[in-house]
Protein backbone atom coordinates (compact mmCIF):
# COMPACT_ATOMS: atom_id res chain seq x y z
CA UNK A 1 0.00 0.00 0.00
CA UNK A 2 1.64 3.68 -0.60
CA UNK A 3 -0.32 6.78 1.33
CA UNK A 4 0.74 10.19 0.78
CA UNK A 5 1.09 12.77 3.71
CA UNK A 6 2.55 16.31 4.41
CA UNK A 7 4.42 14.88 6.99
CA UNK A 8 5.65 11.17 8.16
CA UNK A 9 6.18 10.79 11.80
CA UNK A 10 8.11 7.75 13.76
CA UNK A 11 6.87 6.63 16.78
CA UNK A 12 3.74 7.38 18.68
CA UNK A 13 5.04 8.50 22.00
CA UNK A 14 4.24 12.18 23.28
CA UNK A 15 6.11 14.02 20.95
CA UNK A 16 4.90 12.17 17.84
CA UNK A 17 1.38 12.21 19.14
CA UNK A 18 1.35 15.82 20.46
CA UNK A 19 2.79 16.65 16.81
CA UNK A 20 0.51 15.00 15.00
CA UNK A 21 -2.29 16.19 16.50
CA UNK A 22 -1.42 20.15 16.80
CA UNK A 23 -0.82 19.93 12.86
CA UNK A 24 -4.04 18.20 12.75
CA UNK A 25 -5.69 21.22 14.15
CA UNK A 26 -3.56 23.87 11.59
CA UNK A 27 -5.20 21.41 9.06
CA UNK A 28 -1.96 19.63 8.15
CA UNK A 29 -1.76 16.32 7.51
CA UNK A 30 0.48 13.48 8.85
CA UNK A 31 0.94 9.49 9.35
CA UNK A 32 2.52 8.03 12.26
CA UNK A 33 4.16 4.69 12.22
CA UNK A 34 4.81 3.16 15.81
CA UNK A 35 7.05 -0.03 16.19
CA UNK A 36 4.58 -1.45 19.04
CA UNK A 37 1.39 -1.73 19.90
CA UNK A 38 -0.84 0.93 21.92
CA UNK A 39 -1.22 -1.26 24.74
CA UNK A 40 2.74 -1.36 25.48
CA UNK A 41 3.02 2.26 24.65
CA UNK A 42 0.63 3.04 27.07
CA UNK A 43 2.11 0.91 29.53
CA UNK A 44 5.01 2.45 29.56
CA UNK A 45 5.40 4.20 32.78
CA UNK A 46 7.33 7.09 32.80
CA UNK A 47 7.08 10.77 33.49
CA UNK A 48 4.97 12.76 36.01
CA UNK A 49 5.40 16.36 35.90
CA UNK A 50 4.20 18.61 33.46
CA UNK A 51 5.44 22.23 32.96
CA UNK A 52 2.84 25.33 32.36
CA UNK A 53 4.26 25.51 28.87
CA UNK A 54 3.43 21.78 28.19
CA UNK A 55 -0.48 21.70 29.88
CA UNK A 56 -0.67 24.87 27.68
CA UNK A 57 0.31 22.79 24.35
CA UNK A 58 -1.94 19.84 25.56
CA UNK A 59 -5.14 22.23 26.16
CA UNK A 60 -4.09 23.73 22.60
CA UNK A 61 -4.16 20.07 21.35
CA UNK A 62 -7.50 19.75 22.35
CA UNK A 63 -6.68 17.20 24.86
CA UNK A 64 -6.86 19.08 28.38
CA UNK A 65 -10.28 18.15 29.46
CA UNK A 66 -9.07 15.13 31.66
CA UNK A 67 -5.38 16.55 32.94
CA UNK A 68 -7.80 19.36 34.18
CA UNK A 69 -10.33 17.59 36.08
CA UNK A 70 -7.82 14.45 37.16
CA UNK A 71 -4.09 16.65 37.02
CA UNK A 72 -2.84 17.78 40.72
CA UNK A 73 -1.51 21.31 40.73
CA UNK A 74 1.77 21.66 42.55
CA UNK A 75 3.96 25.11 43.49
CA UNK A 76 6.68 23.49 45.06
CA UNK A 77 8.60 20.44 45.97
CA UNK A 78 10.65 19.24 49.15
CA UNK A 79 14.36 19.04 49.39
CA UNK A 80 15.98 16.99 51.77
CA UNK A 81 19.20 16.25 53.40
CA UNK A 82 20.16 15.51 56.47
CA UNK A 83 17.16 13.92 57.47
CA UNK A 84 15.41 16.99 57.83
CA UNK A 85 12.71 18.39 54.76
CA UNK A 86 12.71 22.07 52.96
CA UNK A 87 10.35 23.26 50.92
CA UNK A 88 11.09 25.77 48.02
CA UNK A 89 7.94 27.29 46.49
CA UNK A 90 7.79 27.98 42.68
CA UNK A 91 4.39 31.08 42.97
CA UNK A 92 6.24 32.92 45.58
CA UNK A 93 9.10 33.39 43.26
CA UNK A 94 7.91 35.43 40.55
CA UNK A 95 7.72 32.42 38.13
CA UNK A 96 3.58 32.98 38.50
CA UNK A 97 3.64 29.24 37.16
CA UNK A 98 3.32 26.13 38.71
CA UNK A 99 3.66 22.29 37.93
CA UNK A 100 0.73 19.40 36.86
CA UNK A 101 1.26 16.41 38.20
CA UNK A 102 -0.50 13.85 35.27
CA UNK A 103 1.05 10.89 34.23
CA UNK A 104 2.67 10.26 31.19
CA UNK A 105 0.33 7.08 30.55
CA UNK A 106 -2.22 9.27 30.85
CA UNK A 107 -0.83 12.42 28.09
CA UNK A 108 -0.33 9.56 25.95
CA UNK A 109 -3.71 8.07 26.55
CA UNK A 110 -5.81 11.10 25.71
CA UNK A 111 -3.38 11.64 22.58
CA UNK A 112 -4.08 8.33 21.69
CA UNK A 113 -8.07 8.77 22.18
CA UNK A 114 -7.58 11.96 20.22
CA UNK A 115 -6.44 10.15 16.79
CA UNK A 116 -8.82 7.48 16.97
CA UNK A 117 -11.65 9.60 17.69
CA UNK A 118 -10.67 11.37 14.12
CA UNK A 119 -9.90 7.74 12.48
CA UNK A 120 -6.31 8.74 12.32
CA UNK A 121 -5.10 5.75 14.62
CA UNK A 122 -0.92 5.47 14.22
CA UNK A 123 -0.42 2.30 11.99
CA UNK A 124 0.52 0.40 15.32
CA UNK A 125 3.21 -2.71 15.41
CA UNK A 126 4.73 -1.14 12.12
CA UNK A 127 7.70 -3.41 11.42
CA UNK A 128 11.17 -1.88 10.00
CA UNK A 129 10.60 1.21 9.36
CA UNK A 130 13.55 2.84 7.30
CA UNK A 131 13.36 6.05 6.10
CA UNK A 132 14.85 7.02 1.83
CA UNK A 133 14.95 9.59 -0.51
CA UNK A 134 16.26 12.81 2.11
CA UNK A 135 19.03 13.49 -0.23
CA UNK A 136 16.94 12.78 -3.51
CA UNK A 137 14.46 14.94 -2.08
CA UNK A 138 11.22 12.51 -1.96
CA UNK A 139 11.61 11.51 1.98
CA UNK A 140 9.80 8.17 2.17
CA UNK A 141 8.70 6.09 5.00
CA UNK A 142 8.64 2.59 4.23
CA UNK A 143 7.64 -0.46 6.76
CA UNK A 144 6.05 -3.61 7.17
CA UNK A 145 2.61 -3.40 8.32
CA UNK A 146 0.16 -6.48 8.98
CA UNK A 147 2.25 -8.44 7.06
CA UNK A 148 2.38 -6.12 4.03
CA UNK A 149 4.90 -3.61 2.63
CA UNK A 150 3.41 -0.33 3.48
CA UNK A 151 4.93 2.95 1.78
CA UNK A 152 4.45 6.33 2.72
CA UNK A 153 5.48 9.43 0.85
CA UNK A 154 6.17 12.50 2.68
CA UNK A 155 7.14 16.34 2.49
CA UNK A 156 8.74 16.10 5.55
CA UNK A 157 10.35 13.31 8.00
CA UNK A 158 10.07 13.79 12.05
CA UNK A 159 11.75 11.37 14.46
CA UNK A 160 10.09 11.25 17.06
CA UNK A 161 11.25 7.31 17.93
CA UNK A 162 12.94 7.95 21.36
CA UNK A 163 16.67 7.20 22.03
CA UNK A 164 16.88 3.86 20.75
CA UNK A 165 14.96 4.66 17.36
CA UNK A 166 15.78 4.73 13.45
CA UNK A 167 15.73 8.58 12.92
CA UNK A 168 19.14 10.06 14.58
CA UNK A 169 20.99 6.96 12.86
CA UNK A 170 19.44 8.00 9.23
CA UNK A 171 21.44 11.18 9.35
CA UNK A 172 25.34 11.24 7.65
CA UNK A 173 27.75 10.52 10.72
CA UNK A 174 29.38 13.40 9.56
CA UNK A 175 26.54 15.96 9.85
CA UNK A 176 25.85 14.67 13.43
CA UNK A 177 27.50 15.67 16.69
CA UNK A 178 26.57 14.04 20.08
CA UNK A 179 27.60 14.78 23.41
CA UNK A 180 26.63 11.85 26.04
CA UNK A 181 27.38 11.32 29.59
CA UNK A 182 26.46 7.71 31.03
CA UNK A 183 25.50 8.06 34.73
CA UNK A 184 27.28 5.23 37.38
CA UNK A 185 23.52 4.38 38.56
CA UNK A 186 20.13 3.94 37.82
CA UNK A 187 16.74 5.02 39.29
CA UNK A 188 14.39 1.56 40.69
CA UNK A 189 10.98 2.87 40.67
CA UNK A 190 7.80 1.34 42.03
CA UNK A 191 4.48 2.33 41.46
CA UNK A 192 1.52 1.70 44.14
CA UNK A 193 -1.93 2.57 44.96
CA UNK A 194 -1.33 4.00 48.30
CA UNK A 195 -2.30 7.74 49.44
CA UNK A 196 0.88 9.77 48.75
CA UNK A 197 3.57 10.40 51.77
CA UNK A 198 3.51 14.30 50.97
CA UNK A 199 1.35 16.79 49.42
CA UNK A 200 4.43 17.73 47.19
CA UNK A 201 7.16 15.61 45.55
CA UNK A 202 10.57 15.36 47.67
CA UNK A 203 14.16 14.95 46.22
CA UNK A 204 16.06 13.20 48.86
CA UNK A 205 19.58 13.37 49.45
CA UNK A 206 20.68 10.69 51.99
CA UNK A 207 23.68 9.17 52.51
CA UNK A 208 23.22 5.49 50.88
CA UNK A 209 21.86 7.86 47.46
CA UNK A 210 19.02 9.85 46.04
CA UNK A 211 15.60 8.60 46.77
CA UNK A 212 12.42 10.49 45.24
CA UNK A 213 8.61 10.57 46.68
CA UNK A 214 6.41 11.26 43.80
CA UNK A 215 2.70 10.93 42.82
CA UNK A 216 0.35 10.44 40.29
CA UNK A 217 -2.74 11.30 42.44
CA UNK A 218 -4.55 11.03 45.98
CA UNK A 219 -4.53 7.36 46.26
CA UNK A 220 -1.36 6.43 44.32
CA UNK A 221 2.36 6.88 44.48
CA UNK A 222 5.17 6.62 42.37
CA UNK A 223 9.21 6.11 44.98
CA UNK A 224 12.13 5.89 43.22
CA UNK A 225 15.59 5.06 44.92
CA UNK A 226 18.82 5.06 43.81
CA UNK A 227 20.33 1.83 42.09
CA UNK A 228 23.31 0.09 40.81
CA UNK A 229 23.28 -0.21 37.23
CA UNK A 230 23.83 -3.98 37.40
CA UNK A 231 21.03 -4.60 39.45
CA UNK A 232 17.59 -6.20 38.72
CA UNK A 233 14.38 -5.88 39.82
CA UNK A 234 13.87 -9.70 40.70
CA UNK A 235 16.31 -8.73 43.38
CA UNK A 236 13.79 -5.91 44.71
CA UNK A 237 10.82 -7.70 46.56
CA UNK A 238 7.82 -5.19 47.66
CA UNK A 239 9.52 -5.62 51.37
CA UNK A 240 12.81 -4.57 50.36
CA UNK A 241 11.71 -1.70 48.35
CA UNK A 242 9.36 -0.08 51.25
CA UNK A 243 12.30 -0.96 54.07
CA UNK A 244 14.99 1.12 52.10
CA UNK A 245 12.65 3.41 50.97
CA UNK A 246 11.36 4.24 54.22
CA UNK A 247 15.15 4.41 55.94
CA UNK A 248 16.18 6.58 53.37
CA UNK A 249 13.15 8.52 54.26
CA UNK A 250 14.37 8.98 57.92
CA UNK A 251 12.29 9.99 61.53
CA UNK A 252 10.23 12.77 59.75
CA UNK A 253 9.16 11.56 56.59
CA UNK A 254 10.14 7.79 56.76
CA UNK A 255 7.01 6.72 59.45
CA UNK A 256 4.54 8.34 57.50
CA UNK A 257 4.98 6.52 54.16
CA UNK A 258 2.03 3.79 53.16
CA UNK A 259 2.95 0.82 51.87
CA UNK A 260 1.17 -2.03 49.30
CA UNK A 261 1.50 -4.10 46.63
CA UNK A 262 3.45 -2.52 43.57
CA UNK A 263 1.69 -2.39 40.42
CA UNK A 264 4.88 -1.53 38.57
CA UNK A 265 8.64 -2.00 39.43
CA UNK A 266 10.89 -1.21 36.69
CA UNK A 267 14.97 0.19 36.94
CA UNK A 268 15.83 3.03 34.47
CA UNK A 269 19.64 4.05 33.50
CA UNK A 270 20.56 8.09 33.72
CA UNK A 271 21.83 9.55 31.06
CA UNK A 272 22.54 12.98 29.49
CA UNK A 273 22.38 12.62 25.73
CA UNK A 274 22.31 15.51 22.78
CA UNK A 275 22.50 15.48 19.22
CA UNK A 276 23.79 18.61 17.15
CA UNK A 277 22.03 19.58 14.70
CA UNK A 278 18.43 18.59 15.02
CA UNK A 279 17.52 18.52 11.14
CA UNK A 280 18.83 17.00 8.16
CA UNK A 281 17.25 18.10 4.95
CA UNK A 282 13.52 16.81 5.02
CA UNK A 283 14.33 14.64 8.31
CA UNK A 284 14.04 16.64 11.50
CA UNK A 285 14.50 14.49 14.91
CA UNK A 286 12.20 15.39 18.46
CA UNK A 287 12.08 14.67 21.70
CA UNK A 288 14.24 11.70 22.88
CA UNK A 289 15.31 11.00 19.97
CA UNK A 290 17.47 14.29 19.96
CA UNK A 291 18.23 14.25 23.93
CA UNK A 292 17.91 12.41 26.85
CA UNK A 293 17.98 13.97 30.46
CA UNK A 294 18.65 12.83 33.84
CA UNK A 295 15.05 12.18 35.37
CA UNK A 296 16.11 14.49 38.32
CA UNK A 297 14.49 17.47 37.16
CA UNK A 298 11.57 16.18 35.47
CA UNK A 299 12.65 17.57 32.03
CA UNK A 300 12.38 14.62 29.16
CA UNK A 301 8.74 14.99 28.50
CA UNK A 302 8.54 18.69 28.73
CA UNK A 303 11.40 19.01 26.57
CA UNK A 304 9.76 16.99 23.49
CA UNK A 305 7.17 18.89 24.02
CA UNK A 306 8.88 22.27 23.64
CA UNK A 307 10.45 20.78 20.44
CA UNK A 308 6.99 20.23 18.85
CA UNK A 309 6.14 23.94 19.96
CA UNK A 310 8.76 24.91 17.67
CA UNK A 311 9.03 22.15 14.90
CA UNK A 312 4.83 22.76 14.44
CA UNK A 313 5.15 27.07 14.62
CA UNK A 314 8.13 26.07 11.25
CA UNK A 315 5.48 23.39 9.93
CA UNK A 316 2.63 26.05 10.04
CA UNK A 317 3.86 28.29 8.56
CA UNK A 318 5.94 25.90 5.59
CA UNK A 319 2.56 24.81 4.68
CA UNK A 320 0.84 27.98 4.68
CA UNK A 321 3.60 30.26 3.07
CA UNK A 322 6.00 28.07 2.04
CA UNK A 323 8.56 30.18 3.96
CA UNK A 324 11.39 27.84 5.26
CA UNK A 325 12.73 30.20 7.52
CA UNK A 326 10.89 28.42 10.84
CA UNK A 327 11.73 25.49 9.76
CA UNK A 328 15.70 26.62 9.10
CA UNK A 329 15.61 28.17 12.74
CA UNK A 330 14.43 24.65 14.02
CA UNK A 331 17.05 22.69 15.48
CA UNK A 332 18.74 26.15 17.09
CA UNK A 333 16.11 27.22 18.59
CA UNK A 334 15.16 23.77 20.02
CA UNK A 335 18.65 23.09 21.08
CA UNK A 336 18.93 26.55 22.73
CA UNK A 337 16.34 25.55 25.70
CA UNK A 338 17.56 21.68 25.08
CA UNK A 339 21.31 22.63 27.02
CA UNK A 340 19.79 24.65 29.75
CA UNK A 341 17.56 21.72 30.70
CA UNK A 342 20.19 19.26 30.12
CA UNK A 343 22.37 21.79 32.47
CA UNK A 344 20.04 21.86 34.91
CA UNK A 345 18.91 18.27 35.15
CA UNK A 346 22.83 17.59 35.23
CA UNK A 347 23.09 20.42 38.52
CA UNK A 348 19.80 18.32 40.26
CA UNK A 349 21.52 15.01 39.42
CA UNK A 350 24.97 15.78 41.16
CA UNK A 351 23.70 17.73 43.64
CA UNK A 352 20.89 14.64 45.11
CA UNK A 353 22.67 11.81 44.17
CA UNK A 354 25.36 9.63 45.72
CA UNK A 355 28.31 9.09 42.94
CA UNK A 356 31.83 6.72 43.41
CA UNK A 357 33.71 9.98 44.47
CA UNK A 358 31.70 10.82 47.20
CA UNK A 359 30.05 8.23 48.87
CA UNK A 360 32.70 7.81 51.40
CA UNK A 361 31.39 11.36 53.11
CA UNK A 362 35.07 13.04 51.58
CA UNK A 363 35.05 16.44 50.03
CA UNK A 364 32.63 15.52 47.53
CA UNK A 365 29.73 14.92 49.96
CA UNK A 366 30.68 17.61 51.83
CA UNK A 367 30.62 20.18 49.10
CA UNK A 368 27.03 18.82 47.88
CA UNK A 369 25.70 19.24 51.75
CA UNK A 370 27.01 22.93 51.30
CA UNK A 371 25.10 23.07 48.34
CA UNK A 372 22.18 22.29 49.94
CA UNK A 373 22.52 24.14 52.65
CA UNK A 374 23.32 27.09 50.93
CA UNK A 375 20.06 26.01 48.21
CA UNK A 376 17.68 26.35 51.15
CA UNK A 377 18.82 29.78 53.11
CA UNK A 378 18.85 31.60 50.18
CA UNK A 379 16.15 33.11 48.57
CA UNK A 380 17.79 33.53 45.28
CA UNK A 381 19.46 30.09 44.54
CA UNK A 382 15.36 29.20 45.48
CA UNK A 383 14.41 31.09 42.96
CA UNK A 384 16.88 30.11 40.76
CA UNK A 385 15.66 26.38 41.45
CA UNK A 386 11.93 27.09 41.47
CA UNK A 387 12.81 29.16 37.85
CA UNK A 388 13.88 26.11 36.09
CA UNK A 389 11.40 23.39 37.32
CA UNK A 390 8.32 25.15 36.46
CA UNK A 391 10.30 25.64 32.75
CA UNK A 392 11.78 28.13 31.25
CA UNK A 393 10.04 30.21 28.57
CA UNK A 394 9.93 29.00 25.35
P1 LIG B 1 9.35 8.05 23.63
O1 LIG B 1 8.35 8.23 24.67
O2 LIG B 1 10.52 7.18 23.91
O3 LIG B 1 8.58 7.54 22.34
C1 LIG B 1 9.25 7.05 21.20
C2 LIG B 1 8.32 6.14 20.44
O4 LIG B 1 8.94 5.72 19.25
C3 LIG B 1 8.73 4.32 19.09
N1 LIG B 1 9.83 3.79 18.25
C4 LIG B 1 9.68 3.42 16.98
N2 LIG B 1 8.62 3.42 16.17
C5 LIG B 1 8.78 2.98 14.90
N3 LIG B 1 9.97 2.51 14.43
C6 LIG B 1 11.07 2.50 15.21
N4 LIG B 1 12.23 2.05 14.76
C7 LIG B 1 10.96 2.97 16.55
N5 LIG B 1 11.80 3.10 17.59
C8 LIG B 1 11.11 3.58 18.60
C9 LIG B 1 8.73 3.78 20.49
O5 LIG B 1 8.05 2.52 20.58
C10 LIG B 1 7.99 4.89 21.23
O6 LIG B 1 6.59 4.66 21.26
O7 LIG B 1 9.96 9.45 23.14
P2 LIG B 1 9.31 10.92 23.08
O8 LIG B 1 8.00 10.92 22.41
O9 LIG B 1 10.40 11.79 22.58
O10 LIG B 1 9.02 11.29 24.62
C11 LIG B 1 10.06 11.45 25.55
C12 LIG B 1 9.59 11.04 26.95
O11 LIG B 1 9.01 9.76 26.89
C13 LIG B 1 10.73 11.04 27.97
O12 LIG B 1 11.58 12.14 27.77
C14 LIG B 1 10.21 11.10 29.42
O13 LIG B 1 9.51 9.93 29.75
C15 LIG B 1 11.35 11.30 30.40
N6 LIG B 1 10.95 11.28 31.81
C16 LIG B 1 10.36 12.40 32.40
N7 LIG B 1 10.11 13.50 31.67
C17 LIG B 1 9.48 14.57 32.24
O14 LIG B 1 9.27 15.58 31.54
N8 LIG B 1 9.04 14.57 33.55
C18 LIG B 1 9.25 13.49 34.35
O15 LIG B 1 8.80 13.51 35.49
C19 LIG B 1 9.96 12.36 33.80
N9 LIG B 1 10.18 11.26 34.53
C20 LIG B 1 11.15 10.14 32.58
C21 LIG B 1 10.76 10.16 33.96
C22 LIG B 1 11.73 8.99 32.03
C23 LIG B 1 11.92 7.88 32.83
N10 LIG B 1 12.50 6.75 32.20
C24 LIG B 1 11.95 5.46 32.29
C25 LIG B 1 13.53 6.92 31.20
C26 LIG B 1 10.97 9.05 34.76
C27 LIG B 1 11.57 7.93 34.21
C28 LIG B 1 11.80 6.76 35.14
C1 LIG C 1 7.61 10.75 38.40
O1 LIG C 1 6.60 10.96 39.10
O2 LIG C 1 7.72 9.74 37.70
C2 LIG C 1 8.73 11.71 38.45
C3 LIG C 1 8.56 12.92 39.10
C4 LIG C 1 9.61 13.82 39.17
C5 LIG C 1 10.81 13.50 38.58
C6 LIG C 1 10.99 12.32 37.91
C7 LIG C 1 9.93 11.40 37.84
O3 LIG C 1 11.84 14.39 38.67
Not at 310 to 339: I, K, P
Request: aromatic share 10%; charged share 20%; proline share 4%.
Amino acid sequence: MTLKTQVGIIGSGPAGLLLSQLLHKQGIDSVILEKHSRAHVEGRIRAGILEQGTVDMLDEAGVGERLHEEGLIHDGIGIQFNGVNHRIGFKARDTGKTVTVYGQTEVTKDLMDAHAARGQDPFYEAEDVRISGIEAGTPTLKCLFQGKGLEVQCKIIVGCDGYHGVSRQSFPSDVLNTFERVYPFGWLGVLADVKPVSEELIYNNHKNGFALASQRSATRSRYYIQCELNESVEEWSDDRFWETLIHMFGEEVGPKIETGPSIEKSIAPLRSFVAEPMRYKSLFLAGDSAHVVPPTGAKGLNLAASDVHYLTEGLVDYFSTGSTSGLDLYSDRALARVWTAIRFSWWFTHLTHRFPENETHGMAYKLQIAELEYLVQSESAKASLAENYVGLPF
